[in-house]
């Protein structure tokens, strides 16, 4: 009996060591990574980061070892992370763009990638996260002018550009609105496909382009109506509801207010010029 616990105690203990061999490799392979890392448990508290990740926001390891990912990232929210939680769950990955501070101040605009890891029944996230380096100032500032009126300056056979902002964080928001702009969405169904209560979806658009969700859905339903109007003979309501409007008068309305005229009144006006 003596002799078998030796054994199993030294079997264990070889166990212990070899455990403690692979954790210490992959520590340091994850210190010769460039990306800083951050490993989490599902309610965001940090467990693990590589020196990158202590470089990249200004923290010492121990100082991040005691926060919570919503100390880093500046639109971090628990409804939000608890719902990306059960994507990344499901589909193994996230993901998305994001700002982060560092212990100086500074906003900093990153790529982040969240891989869902499970080991002994216990869960994990492993945060990616890559500086964009290549910005607008003030992080993620949009162009200028970014709406531009695109259906009176192209010629019927060339593409049309889009209106929406480029490289901003705001890309799966745009992309659902580009994608289902001629059916009947709002506000509610833009921050459901992007994971968002309809309040911070509200406020994080605004603060990036100074719009709410609603101003551009409907200005991308007006390029869609204004090319209609001009390439095709269709009358006011099939364009009204090929560009997601149940009423005819609810798009008059709404083309009058953007536009100073009415539908009819712009396409003759259009033509004209075209012809002259």
Not at 32 to 43: G, L, S
Not at 207 to 224: D, F, L, P, S, Y
């Amino acid at each position: 009996m003596v002799f078998d616990s030796c054994i199993s105690e030294q079997h264990t203990y070889q166990v212990t060591q070899q455990l403690e061999k692979e954790l210490r490799l992959t520590h340091l392979l994850m210190d010769c990574v460039t990306d800083a890392v951050f490993w989490v448990k599902p309610n965001a508290r940090i467990l693990y980061v590589n020196d990158a990740a202590c470089s990249l926001v200004g923290y010492s390891r121990e100082e991040l070892l005691c926060m919570s990912i919503q100390y880093l990232n500046l639109e971090f929210l628990m409804e939000v992370w608890l719902q990306h939680w059960e994507t990344i769950k499901q589909k193994g990955s996230l993901y998305f763009e994001s700002l982060y501070k560092t212990q100086g101040g500074l906003s900093l605009p990153v790529q982040t990638t969240v891989t869902y890891m499970e080991e002994d029944g216990r869960e994990y996230g492993c945060i990616s996260i890559r500086e964009i380096k290549k910005r607008q100032p003030e992080s993620f500032q949009l162009q200028q002018n970014p709406t531009l009126d695109i259906v009176e300056t192209r010629k019927p056979s060339e593409p049309c550009k889009s209106i929406f902002p480029s490289g901003s964080q705001l890309n799966q928001v745009f992309k659902f609105i580009e994608s289902n702009y001629n059916q009947s969405i709002g506000l509610r169904d833009v921050a459901q496909a992007v994971g968002y209560s309809p309040a911070y979806l509200t406020d994080l658009v605004r603060r990036h382009t100074g719009e709410t969700v609603n101003h551009w859905i409907i200005k991308r339903r007006m390029v869609a109506a204004r090319t209609l109007l001009l390439e095709t003979d269709q009358c006011v309501n099939q364009i009204a509801e090929a560009v997601g409007y149940q009423h005819e008068g609810h798009f008059f309305r709404q083309f009058r207010q953007y536009h100073d005229t009415t539908p009819h009144a712009w396409r003759k006006m259009q033509r004209q010029v075209a012809t002259s």
